[in-house]
């Protein structure tokens, strides 16, 4: 019942600026924490960025300054807005959510289908 739909991702230039988004649907209680991982080719998955209840967010060093993740509690989304794309951020990019849906009493993992963010030089 519960799933992350995913929006965004495409091809831009080196120096371009995409927008990722992720809606959690279905029969939400609580979100604790939502995220943004990405995997490229031959590379194990990497936190991107996370925003946790409190709204404290923390990324990774090499998208620092580039990239800012917000989360519209509301809407129960998460948003990663890409600026200064490079070419190494070329990835697919996946969401994440650690979640309780309402009929469960448990907090689980939840994962979007991945959005493919290619990056040209």
């Known amino acids: 019942q519960v799933q992350l739909v995913e929006s965004g991702g495409g091809l831009v230039q080196a120096g371009g600026s995409l927008r990722l988004s992720c809606a959690a649907s279905?029969?939400?209680?609580?979100?604790?924490?939502m995220a943004w991982y990405r995997q490229a080719p031959g590379k194990r998955r990497e936190l991107v960025a996370i925003?946790?209840?409190?709204?404290?967010?923390e990324y990774t060093d090499s998208v620092k300054g580039r990239f800012t993740i917000s989360r519209d509690y509301a809407k129960r989304s998460v948003v990663l807005q890409m600026n200064n794309l490079k070419p190494e951020d070329t990835a697919v990019y996946l969401c994440?959510?650690?979640?309780?849906?309402?009929?469960?009493?448990?907090?689980?993992?939840?994962w979007g289908q991945g959005t493919q963010v290619t990056v040209s030089s």
């Open positions: 925003v946790k209840n409190g709204g404290s967010t």
């Open positions: 279905g029969s939400i209680g609580d979100i604790n924490v």
């Open positions: 994440y959510a650690d979640l309780r849906a309402s009929f469960d009493r448990d907090y689980r993992n939840y």
